[in-house]
């Protein structure tokens, strides 16, 4: 699974969806899908604009975490 640090990163510097979406051009819509983390997709401009915008790389916006997967034990 892929998590969105982006309710973290403008939590720290005290940033609204609405000033972001102001500032960026980025739909509203798709902010608070970023921000509540239930985007299913998202485009490279998006991703693009908000590094630019936070000064920061893809990595402190995006981060993967390995789901758990389950043990499977071999039998012969």
Request: charged share 30%; glycine share 4%; proline share 3%.
């Amino acid at each position: 699974m892929v998590k969105c640090h982006l309710s973290k990163i403008m939590g720290e510097r005290r940033i609204k969806i609405s000033d972001l979406a102001r500032d960026t051009g980025i739909n509203r819509g798709t902010l608070t899908r970023l921000y509540h983390e239930t985007a299913e997709r998202i485009e490279l401009e998006v991703i693009d604009a908000l590094c630019t915008y936070f000064s920061c790389s893809i990595s402190d916006l995006l981060e993967h975490v390995p789901e758990a997967v389950p043990n499977r034990e071999k039998t012969e």
